[in-house]
């Protein structure tokens, strides 16, 4: 396959993409599918010889989108979105073409550039103050990693990195038991420990009590712990709880800590002006990271962190051997010095189409007619026989059982799924097994969600 192949393939490409959105509402959106049925289709061993295109692409079609769930489906109301507009799937394909790493600014000019220029964009549009810079990373995982190791090293007076942790003192970091696991996930990759990741009591609404925060903060340092920071969440993936920002900012300066907020779902309904109470206080935090890559149309990787001051996560992270040197280049921005990975995706370009091709005001428009729709249907749900509200929602994420007990609502959430009309998944609120729905695909209609009643009408 050559370049003349390529361009020929990319236009066949084109055609099956645009019958493959046309056609996603006739498909079931959970796969269709059981464990071991599309390895078994595949041969033991790679060809020795090339293979005609058409094979591999005909191949392609007959086995991939049988065994996918279909992230893109209108009524895909698990988890949280992945979406991908059309416009960032366009910037996808040409990023692909030009297929650079860009890890340095000589290696990346435009794509640096046009990084930093999206993350001053994003800023603004979520109502930040003009002193944050930040980066892109591949996850909010990978965000908050980073963001834990800067706090890791500026509580050691910068001395892990260098001689490791074992003869140090036992760090300590302070998050609600609402934050994603990525926060338990970056206190083990960085040395700190699960231990060290003290869960911080909650009150009725699952936010995180600051008068608590504060306790906890003063008998660590009484007993000779080495507090290092503090993790928000607003919007948590269970049921979307949001901890108080500006009281518990205020609680982490009081005792000098860092504070790493995770929205990674929520961040993108900053975006309208009415929803910005939920992070009242934001512009003290230090770090926050939200993913365009759920709500906003960039697709996945498109992880933004926002940082108040680089300096720590820089000092942190930067590793320059002499083979990365840029010869004459001072005061360029190499951005793999913000990130934990070397290389690089040229991942602002899906963010300046999404922009551009819909406008904040477009994508503003979607985000509150899922909020809108969302809040419909769970009046809807809370109305209906049997049924309850387990919890309300958050922009446009709630959850819900039936009456009749855990074991009732996890049978009916089966059915709903191998139905295959819509797909929710589940979460436990306070031991209580819940169907949880949110709303975010980036095509899905009014009628697309009430979908979920009808489904729950006739399986319920
Ligand atoms: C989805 C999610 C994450 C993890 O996001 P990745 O980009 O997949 O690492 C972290 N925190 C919250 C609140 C999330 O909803």
Redesign the pocket.
Known sequence: MNHDDLNHWSKRAADWTRDYHATLRERPVRADTTPGKTAAKLPKAPPEHPEPVERIFDDFARIVPEATTHWQHPRFFAY?PANAAPASMLAEQLANSIAAQGMLWQTAPAATEIEQVMIGWLRDALGLPGGFTGTIHD???TATLSAVLAMREAALGWKGNAEGLSALPRLRLYASDQT?S?VDKAARVAGIGQANLVKIETDDNDALKPGALDRVIAADRAAGHLPAGVIL?V???SVGAVDPVADAVAVAKKHDLPVHV?A??AGSAMICPEFRHLWTGIEAADSIVF?P??WLGAQFDC?VQFLADPTAQLRTLTLKPDYLQTLGQEGVTDFNDWTIPLGRRFRALKLWFVLRAYGLEGLRERLRNHVAWSQALAEHIGAMERFEIVTSPVLSLFSFALVDGDEATEALLRRINDDGRVYLTQTRHRGRFAIRMQVGSFDCTEDDVMEVARVLEDLG
Do not use: E, M, V, Y
């Open positions: 949280f996850s909010a995982t994603h990525s969440c919007g948590g993936t995770d990674a779902w993913n890559h759920k992880a």
